[in-house]
């Protein structure tokens, strides 16, 4: 395999889980996976799935409307509200599921992002704080750890045939 970091915590008293990803790609073009819906939406889902956005206003105060869509057309939407965004260091949003008619199921979620790059290699700190145990506990359930392991992986390979399409 590789020597990149890959750190996923989870921890119940605290209701949040703790990701710190490392990724073989410079800090600009990390930041335009996380932060535009045509990179996003090749990456974002745990493979078979795959996700299909909506709607992307990526601002403080704008949103994603999102579904992972199954293989055969199951559709599981959420929002993603951003409340905060420093450019390629940092940004927040609250993460609800939602139905398709973006009627949001309450509680949600508080993401927090960090990015750094060091030595051409671009950490990603993903902080994650549910609302409710019930709701951290029913992500797990439905197979977040996995699932978010697999779609950090999809992005790595993603990110590695971005870089070499930079450089020819």
Same mark, same amino acid.
Request: glycine letters at 4%; a negative charge.
């Given at each position: 395999?590789?020597?990149?970091?890959?750190?996923?915590?989870?921890?119940?008293?605290?209701?949040? *889980?703790? *990701?710190?990803?490392?990724?073989?790609?410079?800090?600009?073009? *990390?930041?335009? #996976?996380?932060? $535009?819906?045509?990179?996003?939406?090749?990456?974002?889902?745990?493979?078979?799935?795959?996700?299909?956005?909506? *709607?992307?206003?990526?601002?403080?105060?704008?949103?994603?409307?999102? #579904?992972?869509?199954?293989?055969?057309?199951?559709?599981?939407?959420?929002?993603? +509200?951003?409340?905060?965004?420093?450019? +390629?260091?940092?940004?927040?949003?609250?993460?609800?599921? #939602?139905?398709?008619?973006?009627?949001?199921?309450?509680?949600?979620?508080?993401?927090?992002?960090?990015?750094?790059?060091?030595?051409?290699?671009?950490?990603?700190?993903?902080?994650?704080?549910?609302?409710?145990?019930?709701?951290?506990? $029913?992500?797990?359930?439905?197979?977040?750890?996995?699932?978010?392991?697999?779609?950090?992986?999809?992005?790595?390979?993603?990110? #590695?045939?971005?870089?070499?399409? +930079?450089?020819?």
């Amino acid at each position: 395999m590789n020597d990149l970091l890959f750190d996923f915590t989870v921890d119940k008293t605290t209701k949040t *889980v703790f *990701v710190d990803r490392e990724f073989a790609a410079g800090l600009s073009l *990390v930041w335009d #996976a996380f932060t $535009k819906q045509e990179i996003l939406d090749q990456w974002w889902a745990p493979k078979p799935w795959s996700s299909k956005t909506k *709607v992307m206003n990526f601002e403080p105060g704008g949103r994603r409307f999102y #579904a992972m869509v199954s293989p055969e057309g199951q559709e599981h939407w959420s929002i993603q +509200k951003y409340t905060s965004i420093s450019p +390629k260091t940092n940004f927040k949003f609250l993460n609800t599921f #939602a139905d398709e008619n973006e009627n949001p199921e309450l509680p949600g979620s508080e993401w927090d992002l960090n990015f750094n790059e060091e030595n051409g290699k671009t950490k990603v700190s993903v902080t994650i704080y549910n609302e409710s145990l019930e709701r951290m506990e $029913k992500m797990i359930e439905m197979g977040f750890n996995e699932g978010f392991k697999m779609t950090m992986n999809n992005l790595e390979n993603l990110l #590695a045939t971005l870089s070499k399409s +930079k450089k020819t």
